[in-house]
């Protein structure tokens, strides 16, 4: 069965600054990865999404993540965090449906971002 | 575009009564979903279904049903609520059509209290 893990619960950084959210996954084939964002009260927003080619996808927001098979990483980065970033991130591993295209997802627990002015 | 909309937002209710949470989504998407969100365990499926009266188990699915007459509709049941089962609860959706593996939508949530 498939696992994610979100070390950090909580992490606060500088407007300005480089912000990095560490994923980690088990999966025994080649994964599916997400990283979604909520908001308080919200559902959750998809920010990018990992299927296979380029290991460094871009997403919206600013967002992008490097998927890194032998570290079974998948990390969310952004150069320059905005006021606006503050939310929830999650970090997510899908598991193909009778070898369709939908999936079963996974959560990590999730990393709550604080932005300081 | 309404997309995916779940109702009630909010609902408190006692142990043992049977209480509803609707989800419905306006994108056609063969695949809708139910989690529930808790602290310390991120979101967790309870049931899937990948099309009109298909469902099938998730993760958590004891103390639940779910049914799907229409594609668009999605229904989770707790027939005797217990309060273990207070959580946010979130419905999603996604194509099942060739061609890669596609994302999930999801709704704003249902916030669930079972005194």
């Known amino acids: 069965a498939q696992s994610v893990t979100q070390p950090d619960i909580h992490i606060t950084v500088s407007e300005g600054a480089s912000l990095e959210l560490r994923c980690n996954y088990s999966?025994?084939?080649?994964?599916?990865l997400f990283w979604y964002v909520q908001s308080p009260g919200q559902g959750l927003q998809l920010l990018l999404k990992?299927?296979?080619?380029?290991?460094l996808v871009q997403g919206i927001k600013g967002f992008e993540a490097e998927f890194k098979r032998s570290q079974s990483s998948f990390n969310l980065r952004k150069p320059s965090v905005h006021w606006s970033d503050a939310a929830e991130y999650f970090c997510?591993?899908?598991?193909?449906?009778?070898?369709?295209?939908?999936?079963?997802?996974?959560f990590g627990t999730g990393t709550r971002l604080q932005v300081t002015l | 575009d309404a997309g995916i909309t779940q109702s009630p937002r909010y609902k408190i209710t006692e142990t043992g009564r049977q209480v509803t949470l609707m989800c419905h989504q306006t994108w056609s998407h063969s695949y809708m979903f139910w989690y529930r969100q808790d602290l310390g365990h991120g979101l967790r499926l309870i049931y899937y279904s990948a099309a009109a009266d298909i469902t099938d188990k998730g993760e958590v699915p004891d103390g639940y049903v779910v049914s799907r007459s229409k594609t668009e509709n999605f229904p989770l049941t707790l027939e005797s609520a217990t309060r273990s089962q207070t959580s946010v609860y979130f419905c999603?959706?996604?194509?099942?059509?060739?061609?890669?593996?596609?994302?999930?939508?999801f709704g704003d949530g249902t916030r669930l209290s079972i005194l």
């Open positions: 999966y025994g084939a080649t994964p599916y």
């Open positions: 997510a591993v899908g598991a193909s449906i009778n070898t369709g295209t939908a999936s079963k997802l996974t």
């Open positions: 990992y299927f296979s080619g380029d290991t």
């Open positions: 999603a959706s996604s194509l099942g059509q060739a061609g890669g593996n596609q994302p999930q939508h």
